[in-house]
T-cell receptor, first 111, second 116 residues
Framework: QKEVEQDPGPLSVPEGAIVSLNCTYSNSAFQYFMWYRQYSRKGPELLMY????GNKEDGRFTAQVDKSSKYISLFIRDSQPSDSATYLC???????????FGKGTRLHILP | GAVVSQHPSRVICKSGTSVKIECRSL??????MFWYRQFPKQSLMLMAT?????????EQGVEKDKFLINHASLTLSTLTVTSAHPEDSSFYICSAREHWGSQPQHFGDGTRLSIL
């Protein structure tokens, strides 16, 4: 079993819909959870960064972490065509530990 | 803030050539820089971690003699792919961490390396 599992998609949704992206993981030591957005031929851009369980909201983005289920989610409200990208979940056990990335989910927002 | 610049963005060269990629933190000092490789439709795979002024730590399976990393200053790290072969063709991405123990990493825009 891989440390971090993420459905690669692609996921296609109409503009304005709510998008739900998620990852599961196996290592209960993970404490720091991140979501990155990566456009084609570009480096990852940090969207959300959370510690331990709970919710965090930033504009149209909401990150949820459920450590008991080893499950994290990213919700995008009022999705826009510009949100079309690959979304990578990532996590680490401590601040100075290496980050483990999921494979990424390709998202297409249809105008 | 927290901008990481990576250069060049694209390299095409013949097999056997050595290629150097630069990673610079433009507005902060990076005590730690990371080098990743990403194959199409795959995740980022950490190759090595470099701390300023010391030798890089390579991940299992990464040849340190083939992928030379230098982190001579707090704002610059370089990755040299020596005697590159077609199987080294990939997307190489660097990231930088602002100071020891801080998260998250800030990523460069990557270098697409194609070896003919």
């Amino acid at each position: 079993q891989k440390e971090v599992e993420q459905d690669p998609g692609p996921l296609s949704v109409p503009e304005g819909a709510i998008v739900s992206l998620n990852c599961t993981y196996s290592n209960s030591a993970f404490q720091y959870f991140m979501w990155y957005r990566q456009y084609s031929r570009k480096g990852p851009e940090l969207l959300m960064y959370t510690y331990s369980s709970g919710n965090k909201e930033d504009g149209r983005f909401t990150a949820q972490v459920d450590k008991s289920s080893k499950y994290i989610s990213l919700f995008i409200r009022d999705s826009q065509p510009s949100d079309s990208a690959t979304y990578l979940c990532a996590m680490s056990a401590s601040r100075d530990d290496k980050i483990i990335f999921g494979k990424g989910t390709r998202l297409h927002i249809l105008p | 803030g927290a901008v990481v610049s990576q250069h060049p963005s694209r390299v095409i060269c013949k097999s056997g050539t050595s290629v150097k990629i630069e990673c610079r933190s433009l507005d902060f000092q990076a005590t730690t820089m990371f080098w990743y490789r990403q194959f199409p439709k795959q995740s980022l795979m950490l190759m090595a971690t470099s701390n300023e002024g010391s030798k890089a730590t390579y991940e299992q399976g990464v040849e340190k003699d083939k992928f030379l990393i230098n982190h001579a200053s707090l704002t610059l790290s370089t990755l040299t792919v020596t005697s590159a072969h077609p199987e080294d063709s990939s997307f190489y991405i660097c990231s930088a961490r602002e100071h020891w123990g801080s998260q998250p990493q800030h990523f460069g825009d990557g270098t697409r390396l194609s070896i003919l």
